[in-house]
């Protein structure tokens, strides 16, 4: 069982910069897929980006692309989502995902993932 603590949400104005954090912790000696998802009020749960196991690149939603930056520290057992260029419909809880046994191409589906953390709200005004 893997643990996921996210950390480092708050509220931004629009095209301001937050960087929010997840630490995995238990039984991380295992190739392990992370990803960062999102959920707005009466939406769904979106995949925004995710660093499949073994594999140093990092895949992202068109929504985010080309503002967002996922990177991982293996030393530290944690990735990071960086957030430039906010915007007001960048607004949602961030969820921190991970699975040992997911396939590549279910990285983008949120109930393929066996390990969540709580989430970290991110609030960008307008």
């Known amino acids: 069982q893997v643990q996921l603590v996210e950390s480092g949400g708050g509220l931004v104005p629009a095209g301001g910069s937050l960087k929010i954090s997840c630490k995995a912790s238990?039984?991380?000696?295992?190739?392990?897929?992370m990803a960062w998802f999102r959920q707005a009020p009466g939406n769904e749960r979106e995949f925004v980006a995710g660093?499949?196991?073994?594999?140093?690149?990092?895949a992202y939603s068109n929504s985010v692309k080309g503002r967002f930056t996922m990177s991982k520290d293996n030393a530290k057992s944690t990735v990071y989502l960086q957030m430039n260029s906010l915007k007001p419909e960048d607004t949602a809880v961030y969820y921190c995902?991970?699975?040992?046994?997911?396939?590549?191409?279910?990285?983008?589906?949120?109930?393929?993932?066996?390990?969540w953390g709580q989430g970290t709200q991110v609030t960008v005004s307008s």
């Open positions: 995902a991970g699975d040992r046994r997911l396939i590549l191409s279910s990285l983008q589906l949120p109930d393929q993932y066996d390990d």
């Open positions: 238990g039984r991380t000696g295992y190739p392990y897929t």
């Open positions: 660093i499949f196991r073994g594999n140093s690149n990092t």
